[in-house]
């Protein structure tokens, strides 16, 4: 399948795997990148250990892969430099403004990526310089606006505003779903929680489980400092266990590779049923 985002990031399908704090590690990160999507590494620890990471990677793939990299962390001068001394080509921002970062990406040939929640943000961050643009709906697990707006509305929103590739995220679990943010006019989708509940995640065995029992009423937004996060409720599943809506469509445990497979291979059947039913 290709298209501009595929083309761009040098990917066989347009699937990008959500950068999950300390959930989306280096085996997770390689699985999705050899099986054709785009691995994502979220920010973990401290500088030696996230670098660490990031060499890890390099020697499970030889595919393209991203580093997720938070805007608001205090040291973004030195792991811009180690992404670039790695020669990391691909990074996606998040959880701030990069616009403070764009150009030192840019001076170093580095595709960037950012998430956003509104089409305000992704206008001003289009003129800022960067590649792509993630559109976040409100489904989503982890890190969500305040003001939440679901993806069937932020999408083709944000669309309609600007010019460079965009790529859907929030409640995304199957080829119905990935077929629906196409024709919202997106290139492609990002996922993170059925990558979450996956194989070589990096989140506990209990963890995923949890993902598994919750259905798509489970979730809740609730305050962590001055952020908001979606988490399964506790009285569901004690504990904060990070999880998107969609949790309601994982049924089982598998390897990241069946996942971009089962994803793939069901467009088709899904297309059909769509067609017969325009007829």
């Known amino acids: 399948m290709k298209n501009r985002l595929t083309e761009m990031l040098g990917i066989k399908y347009p699937i990008i795997q959500g950068g999950m704090i300390e959930i989306s590690l280096s085996k997770l990160v390689a699985a999705v990148s050899n099986a054709g999507g785009l691995g994502t590494l979220g920010f973990r620890g401290d500088q030696p250990l996230w670098r660490d990471e990031i060499k890890k990677i390099k020697d499970l793939t ?12 205090n040291d973004l001068k030195e792991r811009i430099d180690i992404i670039i001394k790695e020669g990391v080509k691909i990074v996606v921002t998040s959880a701030g403004n990069p616009s403070k970062v764009i150009n030192f990406f840019k001076d170093a040939g580095i595709i960037t990526m950012h998430v956003i929640s509104n089409s305000n943000q992704a206008k001003k961050i289009e003129d800022a310089g960067v590649d792509a643009i993630i559109a976040e709906g409100g489904e989503s697990g982890g ?3 305040n003001n939440i707006i679901s993806t069937l509305v932020l999408v083709p929103k944000v669309v309609d505003c600007v010019s460079i590739p965009v790529i859907a995220a929030g409640g995304i679990g199957d080829a119905r779903g990935f077929i629906a943010c196409l024709a919202m006019g997106a290139e492609g989708v990002q996922m993170g929680t ?32 001055p952020m908001y996060v979606r988490v399964i409720k506790e009285e569901i599943y004690p504990g904060s266990v990070i999880t998107g809506q969609v949790a309601g469509l994982v049924a089982r445990i598998e390897k990241s590779e069946d996942i971009i497979n089962r994803m793939m291979s069901t467009i088709e059947p899904v297309m059909k049923k769509i067609n017969n039913q325009l007829c």
Not at 62 to 73: Q, S, T, V
């Open 143 to 145: 890190i969500v606006s």
């Open 194 to 225: 059925l990558f979450e509940a996956s194989v070589e995640s990096s989140a506990s065995q209990e963890w995923k489980e949890g993902i598994i029992k919750a259905n798509e009423m489970d979730t809740i937004v609730k305050e962590n400092g």
């Open 62 to 73: 030889d595919k393209p892969f991203a580093i997720n990299l938070g805007m608001y962390l």
